[in-house]
């Protein structure tokens, strides 16, 4: 999610006085905009919290349902909670590495660590894993369409008319919002998703809560545990919902300076996104059972007017965060191929260029993929287990002065042969499952 700041010129005299009388601004909570020694603005608690969650957040809340039937309810917390915790363990190391490197993102890092074949390597990485968000998003957000479409009595065929609705949606809204004449003007967009993220919690939430304790509706599918093929797909959903590490740099770089703080505001996305996503998860698996879709709106009765409700909220949320993800995507074409990575100093021939690129890859994604659980796991996959839990503890054996058998030491080397070993595991899996998906496609 794009960080939003204002340029040193928009500073108002009041901030510039009120930084004059609290040289220590590293140090301040106010949460408002501060000047540093530098001459920087920095990002207040609230907007770097915003863009945290945004960050890590959209696709996760109707593909995370489909993981509880692969391994039942018990396996499948308990996944999420490791998951989580490790993420959260790397997003401190890389705090850490920020601090001591002064780097950009994962990118830069990787080229001051590592030279140049760390960092294209880490850049095939980044490009997968954002490609398998944004494709989801696309997928999502055509299911919706498909659904609505039914309620209005007309019929979906085969798979192709879906994907014929999918590349129609794709084109007419989130890739049309993506090009420059339209992106610029949605900074303010971020605390809206972040609005829409929690109403959409809170009425899934509460309708799957009546389901289950009032009209008695509890699945009795729903399992406390079980195990199918899809177990390290699951795990691959799961490192893609709580993948910050991979995106934090940026926006924890315009935070306060002040490790221990940047730490707790990371702290604090951790557990209001797990809090979220774990919620209306669980709920709507034990309504849904065995009988959970790969995208969980489409489990329940699309006239439902609480369902309706919700897949409009997470129409808006995908549709509206496709853009930013997408710029990201430009930006790294952009500096890759024109030596430029500031969206702004493009041309506009050069940013409709990159754009496209960028959105042909995703339309085509959408079109041929039909499960956005999959597409969002093979993300979680080898690029999310190495970014998220190999990569930065990779980055500290690196540049430690410490013997290789201290206890830190020691457990980076767990950390990061844990990323590599369920990273390879998990795309073995998934790509399995892509497949399988690609043919029921092709045959349907």
Known sequence: MKTIM?????????ELEDFEHNSDSEHSDVDHYALDLSGEIRAGRFETFV?????????SFVNVPITFVA????????????????????GNILIYLESELHVNNLTNLTHIVFGKVGEIIIDILNVIFTFSCTGSYLIIGSDRVESWAKVLGLKIKNRWYKSLIAGIYSLILPVLLSYPLFIQNFAYIAYLITLLIITYTLMISGWSIKQIFILDKLSPTAKGYTYSNRMFTAISIHVSTFALPIMMIPIIKTYNRNVEKRKSIAGMTY???????TLSSCLCYLVAGESTHPDVLTSFDPKDAVIISSQVIMFLVVTLTYPFVTRSITEFFSFKFSGESRYEKLSFRKRILYASVSNIINVLLCVFISDSSILYGFGGAIPGCLMCFSFPSICCLKITKKKLYSWE???HIVMATFGILMGITCTCFTIYDLYSTF???KTS
């Not at 863009?51 to 696709?59: D, E, H, R």
């Not at 557990?271 to 996503?277: A, D, G, Q, S």
């Open 71 to 90: 391994t039942g309810f018990g396996p499948t917390f308990i996944s999420m909670v490791i998951i989580c915790l490790l993420s959260w363990v790397s």
């Open 409 to 411: 030491n020691i457990g």
């Open 51 to 59: 863009n945290l969650t945004n960050a890590i957040v959209s696709a």
């Open 6 to 14: 204002r340029r040193p010129s928009e500073v108002t005299n009041v």
């Open 271 to 277: 557990v209001f996104t797990f809090i979220l996503v």
């Open 439 to 441: 043919n029921t496609k």
